[in-house]
């Protein structure tokens, strides 16, 4: 499941993912950046993981597919969890993406907010 969080701001968007994503969590999460990125020319991402199980195969190919359209479209990445391999996908989407990507521990959550809001 994906939810937009409250504190998504300007060219700033948050969700909560959890559970098992699926196809159809991608049908409102991608139109919502988009129309940040349309709206601000570049977004800046915040993604919590809370209790994530990770994608079914076709959420994994829409997670791809974003990532493909969107490589030069974001700015800064936060990618907020609790467990080490959430710490490990922060490096092995670096590749992926032009943007800066930085983990944070869920405990951090409110420092990885204040680093997607600061001006570069």
Known sequence: MIQKL???SGKVIGFALSEKLHDEDYKTFVPEVEQVI???GKARLLA???DFHGWDAHALWDDINFAAKHYNH???IALVGDRK???WMAKVCKPFTMAK???FDA??????????FEES
């Open 6 to 8: 409250e504190k998504s």
């Open 38 to 40: 349309e709206r601000a």
């Open 48 to 50: 919590h993981f809370h």
């Open 74 to 76: 974001m700015e800064r």
């Open 85 to 87: 391999w959430e710490e």
């Open 101 to 103: 990507v930085q983990y």
């Open 107 to 116: 405990s951090e959550i409110q420092r990885a907010w204040e680093w997607l």
